[in-house]
């Protein structure tokens, strides 16, 4: 019998999530994270899952170049490419990469998947099997100069 209460990494990847469809809206979830920033994992899906939460410092300061990487790559008036599991209290965060949206109906029968998510539950290997743009990787690597084998 699953335990429901604490629920596996994959379980809630496929729960609920709300969607952020405002930039002010991103900035509210960044702040909360910012509030709490340890314990976070930070995946970047099609790399290597890590098995060890972020520092304080990486979280930050990934969250403030994301920030600016999806607002520069996202050049809307609306974000609507972030989703969170609870917006007040959030335990897992999907990104999707705006230059790897797919079809928006998902008519293509493949699922999209985000491209990054930050996750205070041990991240499980997800897979994704659309080719990694060479400069995410590079922007990827600059937080985890070791993740080589992207």
Request: glycine share 6%.
């Amino acid at each position: 019998m699953n335990d429901t209460s604490h629920p596996t990494f994959l379980q809630h990847y496929h729960g609920r999530f709300y969607g952020i469809l405002r930039w002010h809206q991103l900035d509210a979830l960044w702040a909360q994270v910012k509030f709490q920033p340890e314990g976070w994992y930070i995946y970047f899906v099609g790399g290597i899952v890590p098995d060890h939460v972020a520092n304080v410092e990486t979280v930050t300061l990934f969250i403030q170049e994301l920030d600016e990487l999806l607002r520069q790559d996202h050049d809307h008036d609306y974000c609507g490419i972030v989703y969170a599991d609870d917006l007040q209290h959030p335990q897992m965060i999907k990104i999707f990469d705006p230059n790897h949206l797919g079809f928006s109906c998902g008519s293509s029968g493949k699922p999209i998947f985000p491209r990054w998510i930050l996750t205070r539950i041990l991240p499980e290997l997800l897979e994704e099997n659309a080719p990694i743009p060479a400069n995410r990787k590079r922007w990827w690597q600059r937080f985890f100069p070791t993740h080589t084998s992207l």
